[in-house]
């Protein structure tokens, strides 16, 4: 079967025949029998009790009482699709994974994007760590590529991931809070076990708040290996680019968006693959060779250590474009099971302790998870590479494995399947010696370097960000104690972000650095430095009532539209408003459906009836204050200028000499071109952090 844009697709093909459409089909049991009525139960009596033999009643029921399975354990909330990689660059050089040597070749992928800590109803816009997990249907089978929207990890040896888990979930004598880090189990933790640090900045940062899934790095996190055909190993991190640039919410937005559209990233992923704007991301490679392992300040096999991009680039070497929607959430993204494990040849581990465990957990997990060891022949899970081993029975087998034979040597089944021979999977092979020990290596001991390196690496917004994050969540500690204890990590990491955190929960601040900042940076991990080119998917509110200039809001529209991005018109009520000239502009959302944290800009149009009426309107004032206030785009045109004024946004003069900031408000007489030129890259900005806005108030 073909893929949206014509080409072949294995993975397509063979889910084809899973698939049922209701239309044209008569409703049947589970049997394939036809009942006559699937509304009442059969009863003794029109008011009688309802009989035992009545197989449709007790199947439906119990059905129904069976539909739930368990919800992971972490990453339970989640939204899936599908799509291709495309190999630009071979790295034949350097592993024999087919799908990363042969540039002609296209492979089709699962991804699913989740929370981790939130159960699966929570809402999608929290603070917290996003999973990034890949399934490449390879030729060669399966290789699954497991990873999160950071580079590190909380902790270094898996021992410790149900501490950290139970540490960020919900605590247990009632269950709050629901997908939020922001409690004392977490931050006793993190007080307790210092190597959180590095991963607690990026978690305090821009990055636990993404836009939008396509706007969204992605990380391995772990160093892995390539092996060629020669069996020579190179270390190597996967990392994933949007096209898009890597872009945040304002802290803010996210909690309000945790109300209005709690479904919001899913939204936003499903709308785009909806309208044709596929999510686009780079596969890059760090590689490092097999005799520089231990050049570095820090252990390649410590996932708490980012391998700084200005040390080892990042080599684009293919793309992914996600291009179609599951057709049932629960048969695809609840069933699809994701496995460190799941590995291709020419891909292989390392001895890093935190992928060590995880290479036990998840074929764990998913045993109860999905009830069984024949998972792997659900769907969505099945490989487009041919399966036949002696694997039998188990719950819910799928296959009809015929043949006397169901081990291996036999001669009853010549010999088959044959095991070994080209393009097996060889482990690469390591010498390994050491003394049986329960110890952390010393070169796994530097907890603040790259947590200093961060923060030095951040431009002043996203700095103000971090501070503002630590004071929320330590602020909501009740615990003295685990806010002082915070705090004396925070001292190892930079002094002035210490004092800073320290002065808004109420600590006694260091008085003196206790350790000097080393003042490295890596440019790469500023989002600042993100492309800020494009408007694709960005979703910008007009605003109008009667009256309105309907030829701006052509104007605007078609800039916009044209450049990309998705425009709607919202009013008091839906249905058409009365243009000044006449005329009629449709309405897409009337405003009380929605609110200006869902919309990436807002436009007033023109049309002195029109913004007199949002002038008066609580609604539409609020909607532009608050715009403005999570630094967005704002244009406004002729007498739309004013409602800018309503708001509190112009027009202020402060005590302090200092004039209203206008980086991102776009205003003009007329919607000519250099208004909507200014606008479009107004809205490609993404946001204006640098703005001041204190004297707004939304
Ligand atoms: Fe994990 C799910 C990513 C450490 C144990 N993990 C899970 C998912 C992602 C990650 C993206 C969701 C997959 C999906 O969408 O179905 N996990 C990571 C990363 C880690 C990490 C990037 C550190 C580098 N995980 C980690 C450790 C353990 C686990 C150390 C256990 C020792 N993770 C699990 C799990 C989950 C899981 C319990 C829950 C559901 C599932 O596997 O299928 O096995």
Redo the contacts with the bound molecule.
């Keep these: 079967m073909a893929d949206p844009a014509g080409r072949d697709d294995p993975k397509q093909e063979q889910l084809e025949q899973y698939r049922v459409s209701p239309e044209g089909t008569a409703l049947t049991t589970d049997q394939g029998i036809r009942p006559d009525d699937t509304d009442n139960s059969l009863k003794a009596g029109e008011r009688g009790p309802t009989l035992m033999e009545d197989f449709h009643l007790r199947e439906k029921i119990t059905h129904f009482d069976h539909e739930r399975i368990p919800e992971?354990?972490?990453?339970?909330r989640?939204a899936?699709a599908y799509g291709r990689f495309h190999l630009d660059e071979s790295l034949a050089e350097y592993t024999t994974a087919e799908f990363l040597c042969d540039t002609s070749l296209t492979t089709p992928v699962f991804v699913?994007?989740?929370t981790?800590a939130g159960s699966r109803g929570s809402a999608d816009t929290v603070r917290d760590?996003?999973?990034?997990?890949t399934k490449f249907y390879t030729r060669q089978g399966n290789f699954d590529l497991?990873?999160?929207n950071m580079p590190?990890?909380f902790?270094q040896d898996?021992?410790?991931?149900?501490d950290?888990?139970h540490a960020v979930k919900p605590e247990p004598p009632n269950e709050i809070p629901q997908a939020s880090s922001a409690h004392d189990t977490l931050w006793d933790f993190v007080q307790l076990q210092p190597e959180t640090m590095h991963m607690m900045m990026w978690l305090m940062s821009d990055r636990a708040l993404p836009r939008s899934y396509a706007m969204m790095q992605g990380?391995?996190?772990?160093t892995f290996r390539l092996v060629n055909a020669e069996g020579r190993g190179t270390f190597v991190k996967f990392h994933w680019k949007p096209k898009l640039g890597t872009h945040s919410l304002a802290w803010d937005e996210t909690q309000k968006i945790a109300g209005k559209d709690p479904d919001f990233n899913r939204r936003d992923l499903w709308d785009r693959i909806e309208d044709g704007d596929h999510p686009e991301y780079e596969l890059g490679v760090q590689l490092v060779p097999a005799e520089d392992e231990h050049r570095f300040d820090f252990d390649l096999l410590d996932?708490t250590k980012i391998i700084p991009e200005e040390e080892v680039p990042v080599r684009p070497v293919g793309r992914l474009v996600l291009d179609r929607n599951p057709d049932n959430f629960f048969a695809e993204t609840e069933q699809?099971?994701?496995?460190?494990g799941n590995v291709v040849p020419g891909i292989d581990f390392t001895n890093d302790p935190?992928?060590q465990?995880?290479l036990?957990?998840?074929l764990?997990?998913?045993l109860i998870?999905l009830g069984g060891p024949n998972f792997p022949q659900i769907p969505v899970n099945r490989p487009v590479a041919d399966v036949r081993n002696h694997h039998r029975e188990g719950y819910h087998q799928m296959a009809i494995q015929r043949g006397q034979s169901a081990y291996h040597k036999n001669s009853l089944s010549g010999g088959c399947p044959a095991v070994g021979g080209e393009g097996s999977y060889t482990h690469f092979q390591e010498r390994v010696d050491g003394n049986k020990i329960r110890k952390r290596s010393e070169s796994f001991a530097d907890h603040y370097s790259q947590a200093t390196l961060f923060w030095n690496s951040m431009s002043d917004w996203e700095k103000e960000h971090i501070v503002g994050a630590f004071r929320f969540e330590l602020g909501k500690c009740d615990h003295k104690h685990v806010r002082e204890g915070v705090i004396g990590h925070l001292a190892h990491v930079d002094h002035d972000l210490a004092v800073q955190v320290a002065q808004g929960v109420g600590v006694e601040p260091p008085q003196a650095p206790v350790t000097a900042n080393h003042g490295r940076v890596s440019p790469a991990l500023s989002q600042d430095n993100a492309p800020k080119d494009s408007v694709q998917g960005r979703k910008i509110a007009i605003l109008a009532a009667d009256g309105v200039d309907s030829g701006a809001v052509a104007a605007v529209g078609d800039a916009l539209t044209g450049a990309g991005a998705v425009c709607e018109v919202l009013a008091a009520q839906d249905g058409f408003i009365q243009a000044a000239n006449g005329g009629r502009v449709e309405v897409t959302r009337a405003m009380p459906t929605v609110a200006s944290v869902l919309y990436d800009a807002v436009v007033v149009p023109g049309g002195e009836e029109s913004v007199r009426t949002l002038a008066q309107d609580g609604d539409a004032v609020h909607f532009v204050a608050e715009a403005f206030v999570h630094c967005k785009a704002v244009g406004a045109l002729d007498a739309g200028i004013g409602l800018l004024e309503r708001a509190g946004i112009t027009g202020v003069r402060f005590a302090d000499g200092d004039t209203v900031s206008d980086t991102g408000v776009v205003t003009a007489e007329g919607a000519g071109g250099d208004f909507t030129d200014e606008l479009v890259k107004a809205v490609a900005a993404h946001r204006h952090w640098t703005r001041r806005k204190d004297h707004v108030p939304a």
Excluded at 72 to 76: D, K, L, N, T
Excluded at 219 to 222: D, E, L, P, Y
Aim: glycine share 12%.
């Design positions: 992971r354990v972490v990453h339970a989640g899936g699913r994007f989740s981790v760590v996003r999973g990034f997990a497991v990873g999160n590190v990890f902790i898996g021992i410790k991931f149900p950290f888990v990380f391995g996190v772990h996932a699809v099971a994701f496995h460190l935190l992928l465990a995880r036990f957990s998840y764990d997990t998913q998870r």
